[in-house]
């Protein structure tokens, strides 16, 4: 192993929050910083020849290789867990920009009361509604002291939309349900295409409080604090599982590379590939040393005075693990932090509807759409529901192209082949619209992760493996929402329709969203969580961890905007705090 | 202009002797867009250069329209425009034989056959899209984890088996001997007995993305597969109609990958 010369700061993966992380750090000190991203280098002009629905819809271009590494799944822990071979539940990013590049952009707050889920719950509920085997937990932080770091990263990225409570005045037209802002969206909210429009008109006339979908994608030319131009979308509908090849979606590529490529302290190294986190394990005083990691085969330990992981919930988790840092979950002695509270989100289709006039789905962006928050967790009254918390219901308008959409038909039609099923597919092709449900998804002791015993990836080392499967609580919120959907389609005026079977088993085979959270979670206490609310390790006071894999459990919202507002934060600690007195920001 | 398009003799070929013609005559209207005056291209396409290369000698020969012309996608999905005098466009294969690549064409034309909706998987070129398939990395499983074992488990996880798609095809067609002889009605009912296989349901897909997919992968030749639907391609912008057209059919004018002026009618 080849040891190279030592850094400040040494960045595990070069998503959204690493890229932000290294940003930060690149403009506000003279650290010296190192990002390791173990995929190639990507940036706007890459994209200019791949609106190519082949390539990136349905052969994944943009996701991590499935070949080299993946996760075994199983239901419970009486199933013996198999690898999925094939991507599907969920996206993975890889290269420069991570998961960032292909998103949706769809950029929603998470209500207040999701950060104190379990106090809250308990207050308006008592502890009686909580689900028996819930593992449900305050974050350690509240949106008011997060709402500065929103607001933030909304100018950062350009965030489109329509403000619904500013400093606690409601505002017709924006989501009335959602936390206090501090300002308007810096930009007006995208264009409504026609099936998200007839949503609006008829979600208003049945009472409810539809608001544009929130969007990291511009509405119009805008330049961002840090001088970032970028142009307007143009609606072309090749978005999600894209990368833009103009920049109107903001992508860690085209509004943070630019601002770190003129600072010569940070540096994006591709191609590294980090399998261990090094550290000294010496009680109250223990310090990370650095990372190892493979390039082209041959290995390097990265030394740095300070670590941060920022490659993703699934892989922040497993290095955590391969690395002996902290102790593992056990879920049957309900022992050890890493790896727990494994949550994804409920978010799947509960209706499609087949309408008789044609909808031009191929126009659109990724966060182009319509939500109603009136399910939402908070706002539900669940006195006389079978399942507590709720979340959002979108009709989308991200662009649709023939080979994600091609051949959904009524049930009336029995075949899926031959004259009869094409003749009709082609006619409904364009008449089809799904509206998209994104609830809370609880965090239960029996969701978990861990190393699998049996499957390696590519260098050897064991695959994660994810103990997953949904509880009642999870299901009835599907039930609900299909209910919900069905009355909302049929007054659109649709013709037809299919509804949702609901949630069975998890089913790795369906995408549902990449927004699995958990693993290495912050909170109050080193019983119950990894790291603390500044997200900083709470044995190793020198290694942070960005991510997804920092949530207690899911929130209704998309998860990206918490992160990039969590990582500000952070990176506010380390600036002011922490170089000039290391240790730990926060106690227990 | 006349909207006709005529794949006439569609067949398969195995560069030293011709076989036979393994196709009906078929004629069908569709919402076709051809230019009329295709610009004539030299006939030495990529493909056959890159055929010689390789020393490949199978090839699946498809007529070039009568009216116009169509356009065809290299290897490296240089686009190619055929005139009428050109007459015959070799395709070389990359994965099936010449016999299998007839099966599959005639099995993809019965999942999405050319009838009074319209063209179908053998006028868009689906079976030069799925040899392509079959031959690169998805045919062999270079983006799937394959480490053993190699368990079966609940549904939920998905395809556990060690088959790659390549291999599950090879299996797969070696039932359907003799399926390009047998008349539509027979042939139908073939189908419908592996209906429930992996085979199929990888036929079915494959089938839809060969209809669909940019031009530039072999198949949707001359972008026919979208102007079925009235799918666009990848166009720029859509600033100026996304919020407009409400209720009514806005359908413009298809584009592709590669596409230059003159590709569509425009």
């Known amino acids: 192993m080849k040891t190279l010369p030592s850094v400040d700061v040494v960045i595990v993966g070069g998503g959204w929050t690493g890229l932000l992380m290294a940003k930060e750090l690149g403009s506000r000190t003279t650290a010296s910083v190192v990002v390791l991203e173990r995929g190639g280098p990507r940036k706007t002009t890459d994209y200019f020849n791949t609106m190519d629905e082949l390539e990136n819809y349905v052969r994944l271009r943009m996701i991590q290789d499935f070949s080299s590494e993946t996760v075994t799944l199983r239901h419970n822990d009486r199933q013996k867990a198999l690898p999925l071979r094939q991507a599907g539940t969920f996206l993975p990013g890889v290269g420069t920009g991570g998961a960032g590049e292909h998103w949706g952009a769809v950029c929603d707050r998470m209500s207040p009361d999701s950060f104190e889920l379990l106090s809250k719950t308990v207050e308006k509920y008592g502890s009686k509604r909580l689900p028996e085997d819930h593992a449900i937990q305050d974050w350690g932080v509240t949106y008011d002291e997060i709402e500065p770091f929103y607001s933030r990263v909304e100018k950062l990225i350009g965030a489109s939309g329509k403000a619904g409570n500013i400093n606690g005045t409601k505002i017709e037209g924006g989501n009335v349900f959602e936390g206090w802002r501090s300002s308007e969206y810096p930009l007006p909210p995208t264009k409504i295409p026609y099936f998200s429009a007839l949503f609006d008109d008829t979600t208003k006339k049945l009472g409810y409080h539809p608001y544009p979908s929130p969007a990291a994608t511009l509405s119009a030319p805008y330049v961002n604090p840090d001088g970032i131009a970028r142009p307007g979308c143009t609606y072309c509908g090749f978005c999600e599982r894209y990368g833009c090849m103009i920049g109107a979606k903001a992508q860690p590529t085209n509004t943070l590379m630019p601002v770190i490529a003129k600072h010569k302290n940070v540096s994006v190294r591709n191609g590294a590939w980090v399998r261990r986190v090094v550290f000294d394990k010496t009680g109250r005083n223990a310090k990370s040393r650095g990372v190892t990691y493979v390039d082209s085969g041959q290995e390097f330990f990265q030394p740095a005075d300070l670590v941060v992981l920022a490659s993703w919930t699934l892989n922040n988790t497993r290095l955590l693990l391969l690395s002996g840092v902290g102790e593992p979950y056990n879920a049957s002695t309900e022992t050890g932090t890493v790896g727990r509270n494994l949550t994804h989100q409920v978010s799947f289709s509960p209706v499609l509807a087949f309408f008789e006039k044609p909808l031009n789905r191929f126009m659109g962006s990724g966060a182009a759409g319509v939500l109603i928050g009136d399910f939402s967790g908070h706002v539900l009254d669940h006195a006389e529901l079978p399942f507590i918390r709720g979340g959002t219901l979108q009709a989308p308008s991200h662009g649709y192209g023939p080979l994600g959409s091609f051949g959904a038909v009524p049930n009336s039609v029995e075949t899926k082949w031959g004259s009869a099923w094409k003749k009709t597919a082609i006619h409904y092709y364009d008449r089809a619209g799904r509206l998209a449900f994104q609830g809370e998804h609880l965090a239960y002791k029996g969701n978990f992760m861990d190393l699998d015993p049996t499957y390696t990836d590519r260098n050897g080392d064991p695959l994660l493996r994810m103990t997953l499967d949904w509880r009642d609580n999870d299901r009835r919120m599907a039930d609900f929402a299909i209910a919900k959907s069905i009355e909302i389609v049929r007054a659109m005026g649709a013709t037809d329709f299919t509804p949702s079977r609901g949630l069975e088993s998890y089913d790795a085979r369906v995408y549902q969203s990449s927004h699995l959270q958990g693993g290495t979670i912050m909170g109050k206490s080193p019983e119950t969580s990894v790291v603390n609310p500044y997200l900083q390790h709470w044995q190793l006071s020198n290694l942070f961890i960005l991510g997804g894999s920092t949530f207690p459990q899911s929130s209704s919202a998309r998860p990206t905007l918490a992160m990039l507002a969590l990582t500000c934060r952070t990176a506010d600690a380390i600036v002011d705090r922490y170089l000039k007195a290391p240790g730990l920001l926060a106690g227990s | ?266």
């Open chain 2, 1 to 266: 202009m006349d909207r006709t398009i005529d794949m006439r003799n569609a067949k398969v070929e195995n560069g030293r002797s011709k076989s036979e013609t393994v196709d009906d005559v078929f004629t069908t209207s569709a919402p076709l867009s051809v230019n009329q005056e295709g610009e004539k291209l030299a006939f030495e396409t990529p493909c056959d250069h890159l055929a010689k290369q390789m020393d490949r000698r199978q090839f699946v020969v498809i007529s070039a329209a009568v009216v116009g012309g169509v356009l065809l996608c290299g290897l490296d999905g240089s686009a190619q425009r055929v005139s009428a005098e050109d007459r015959i466009v070799h395709i070389p294969l990359h994965f099936f034989d010449p016999d299998e690549a007839a099966t599959v064409m005639a099995a993809a034309s019965r999942i999405f056959p050319a009838d009074e909706s319209g063209p179908g998987a053998k006028e868009a070129g689906v079976v030069v899209y799925i040899d392509r398939h079959l031959a690169g990395p998805y045919g062999s499983d270079g983006h799937r984890y394959t480490q053993p074992p190699f368990e079966s488990g609940v549904r939920e996880l998905g395809y556990q088996g060690k088959a790659t798609q390549a291999e599950i095809y090879r299996e797969g067609l070696k039932g359907l001997a003799g399926f390009r002889l047998l008349p539509t009605a027979e042939q139908d009912k073939a189908l419908t007995q592996i209906e429930s296989t992996l085979f199929f349901s990888l036929l079915r897909q494959h089938t839809i993305e060969g209809m669909f997919c940019d031009p530039v992968h072999g198949g949707n030749v001359d972008m026919l597969g979208w102007q079925l639907l009235g799918f666009p391609g990848p166009r720029m912008s859509n600033y100026e109609d996304v919020d407009k057209h409400f209720g009514e059919a806005f359908r413009p004018d298809q584009v592709r990958l590669g596409g230059h002026p003159g590709d569509t009618e425009e």
